[in-house]
């Protein structure tokens, strides 16, 4: 539902706010007082295409923002975007002078093709030549589907159901039947690849290890000879003395004798015994080492030529031996499926039989459903259309069958809804009906059916009272008085009775301020109302028998239940 309205240099419009309420609203005033600019700026919060030419004179861009209810449609797409936020929706949509748009939801920059989808789940705006759904022949059937609420909800489900997942067989089928040359081709490829990496013999972390062996045995010569020099110098006498490790024990007997003489020196002598012990250690490991170390001098060859191997495969199958591996895996899976296409196929086409069989029963169904809506909802309209004044109209869902040989989702028809407006004309579609105060009729009766199918909060009618008048309007009114009921509504109108039977009732006037026409609207309180039904009526304040007239209108019409 619309609860806020803000428009700032739009047209005529200078800075306006209104608010909205539910129920059947009315907006009347002068030709050209600036009722439908009202209506326009709200069609760009529907995702309206604009231009800078509505731009105020003088201003640098126009700016319209509205506050609405979330409805659940709304709500389950804001969801998608990430842009719900609790159960409150604000859209902006500001048009500059460049021709730049920015639009925002809920304080987030959006697209127009954004604002269009979000706003075919807000507001329906009906004018006399158009309506943003049923003018559309590819909406009729969603419509017909709603107004046969769970029930046949439930057969369109099933068969829609069946038809995607025909549709996914069919594609795999296809997908699987490829040139058979290509397939065989393909088969080669992956067989010579997994029969390279396999004969590899690959080892998770293989290269890495060999990267390590490779660097130690291409420096094997340097590192002999510092742990021979390391070694030689610890155990061995060089330059006419002893040994590291003879003088560190000649040390240590020393030290022993002076702390048995001098307590103090125990805990410097027990440290020192540590430390000799810890070389000892010490060179008798670089000793195991050194005896160790490889003396193969044909190993760093064998490594070279591993891991060429490796880096080869590298080149082709991925940066490391578990991505190789992981190809190979891929590639297996792959063979196995071109291998077993044939099985695949015949199991694909049995399944993709079975399927259609079903969907054809299921299909036939969801027609005789549908006729059977359609028959109830022809009967439907034209009793609303009798109501206004189109006694002679005759209205019908015309379905023409699908020429197809496999399932589709929506089922085996296309649905569309016909009119002859008058005695011995052809139906035809209604985007194509002459008369716009008829096809406006013809909006309101359709709309006062299918409101609960449509499931939009809010409906717009503007200037749909073309060409009617008398008792016809009394009907109209009541009609938008219901309607408002279970939506918002709101009506541009010229005639007083239909703005009698208004909930609210808004005045748009045009008035001039500081040598500029701008555009003044208001909330109506009782009294006002019965001066602006006056002037509608052509009369003046000070004609007492017009003002009694439509006080006594507006007395009986909010009085109709």
Same mark, same amino acid.
Request: glycine share 8%.
């Given at each position: 539902m619309l609860k806020e309205l803000q428009i700032r240099d739009f047209a005529l419009i200078e800075d306006l706010e209104l608010s909205f309420y539910s129920g059947f609203s009315v907006l009347s005033g002068e030709t050209g007082a600036g009722k439908s600019i009202i209506i326009d700026a709200l069609s760009l919060l529907a995702g309206a295409r604009a231009?800078?030419?509505?731009?105020?004179?003088?201003? @640098?861009? !126009?700016?319209?923002?509205? %506050?609405?209810?979330?409805?659940?449609?709304?709500?389950?797409?804001?969801? @998608?975007?990430?842009?719900? $936020?609790?159960?409150?929706?604000?859209?902006?949509?500001?048009?500059?002078?460049?021709?730049?748009?920015?639009?925002?939801?809920?304080?987030?920059?959006?697209?127009?093709?954004?604002?269009?989808?979000?706003?075919a789940l807000l507001v329906d705006i009906v004018g006399q030549h158009d309506s943003t759904s049923l003018l559309s022949p590819q909406s009729h059937v969603q419509l017909l589907d709603n107004y046969g609420g769970a029930g046949h909800g439930r057969i369109l489900a099933q068969a829609d159901q069946l038809a995607n997942r025909w549709l996914a067989l069919?594609?795999?089928?296809?997908?699987?039947? #490829?040139?058979?040359? @290509?397939?065989? #081709?393909?088969?080669?490829?992956? %067989?010579?690849?997994?029969?390279?990496?396999?004969?590899?013999?690959?080892?998770?972390? $293989?290269?890495?290890?060999?990267?390590?062996?490779?660097?130690?045995?291409?420096?094997?010569?340097?590192? #002999?000879?510092?742990? $021979?020099?390391?070694?030689? =110098?610890m155990g061995d006498s060089y330059d006419e003395r002893e040994s590291l490790l003879h003088t560190l024990s000649s040390i240590e007997g020393e030290?022993?004798?002076?702390?048995?003489?001098?307590?103090?020196?125990?805990?410097?002598?027990? #440290?020192?015994?540590?430390?000799?012990?810890?070389?000892? $250690? =010490?060179?008798?490991? =670089?000793? +195991?080492? *050194?005896?160790?170390?490889? !003396?193969?001098?044909?190993? =760093?060859?064998?490594?070279?030529?591993?891991? +060429?191997?490796?880096?080869?495969?590298?080149?082709?199958?991925?940066?490391?031996?578990?991505? /190789?591996?992981?190809?190979?895996?891929?590639?297996?899976?792959?063979?196995?499926l071109l291998e077993n296409a044939a099985v695949r196929a015949d199991d694909l086409e049995a399944e993709c039989v079975r399927l259609q069989d079903q969907w054809l029963v299921w299909a036939e169904k969801l027609t005789a459903s549908r006729l059977e809506l359609a028959r109830r909802l022809e009967q439907q309209i034209m009793a609303e259309l009798q109501d206004l004044a189109m006694e002679g109209t005759r209205f019908e869902v015309k379905f023409t069958p699908q020429e197809a040989d496999h399932p589709v989702?929506?089922?085996?028809?296309?649905?569309?809804?016909?009119?002859? &407006?008058?005695?011995? @004309? +052809?139906?035809?579609? *209604?985007?194509?009906?002459?008369?716009?105060?008829?096809?406006?009729?013809?909006?309101?009766?359709?709309?006062?059916?299918?409101?609960? &199918?449509?499931?939009?909060?809010?409906?717009?009618?503007?200037? /749909? +009272?073309?060409?009617?008048?008398?008792?016809?309007?009394?009907?109209?009114?009541?009609?938008?008085?219901?309607?408002?009921?279970?939506?918002?509504?709101?009506?541009?109108?010229?005639?007083?009775?239909?703005?009698s039977f208004g909930s609210h009732h808004y005045s748009v006037q045009k008035e001039a301020s500081s040598n500029r026409t701008v555009v003044k609207v208001t909330l109506l309180a009782a009294e006002e109302r019965v001066h602006e039904l006056t002037r509608m009526l052509g009369g003046t304040a000070d004609e007492g028998v017009t003002s009694e007239h439509a006080r006594q209108l507006l007395h009986r019409t909010q009085s109709v239940t």
């Open positions: 231009s800078s030419e509505v731009i105020r004179s003088g201003a @640098e861009c !126009a700016l319209v923002s509205g %506050s609405f209810t979330i409805s659940p449609g709304a709500a389950e797409l804001l969801q @998608e975007w990430g842009m719900l $936020e609790e159960d409150e929706l604000i859209i902006a949509r500001e048009i500059n002078m460049s021709g730049r748009n920015k639009c925002w939801i809920n304080g987030r920059l959006a697209t127009v093709n954004q604002l269009a989808s979000l706003g069919k594609a795999e089928q296809t997908r699987l039947q #490829r040139d058979d040359r @290509e397939r065989n #081709r393909r088969i080669d490829l992956l %067989s010579y690849q997994i029969d390279e990496i396999v004969s590899a013999d690959l080892q998770p972390g $293989e290269d890495d290890r060999l990267e390590q062996e490779r660097s130690r045995l291409a420096n094997l010569d340097r590192i #002999r000879q510092a742990v $021979e020099f390391a070694v030689g =110098l030290l022993t004798r002076a702390a048995s003489l001098d307590t103090v020196l125990e805990p410097l002598s027990q #440290r020192y015994v540590e430390l000799s012990l810890n070389l000892h $250690e =010490l060179y008798r490991d =670089l000793r +195991d080492y *050194l005896e160790d170390l490889p !003396a193969d001098p044909g190993r =760093l060859n064998q490594i070279e030529a591993r891991l +060429d191997v490796i880096d080869s495969l590298k080149r082709k199958y991925g940066g490391t031996v578990e991505e /190789i591996l992981g190809y190979a895996e891929q590639a297996q899976a792959e063979l196995e989702v929506g089922g085996r028809e296309l649905v569309e809804f016909m009119m002859a &407006a008058n005695v011995g @004309e +052809d139906l035809k579609p *209604l985007a194509k009906i002459a008369s716009g105060g008829e096809l406006s009729r013809v909006m309101l009766a359709i709309k006062a059916i299918l409101v609960e &199918a449509e499931q939009i909060p809010t409906i717009v009618f503007d200037e /749909i +009272d073309a060409g009617i008048g008398g008792r016809t309007a009394v009907n109209l009114g009541k009609k938008l008085r219901a309607l408002g009921e279970v939506r918002q509504v709101l009506c541009v109108t010229h005639l007083p009775v239909v703005a």
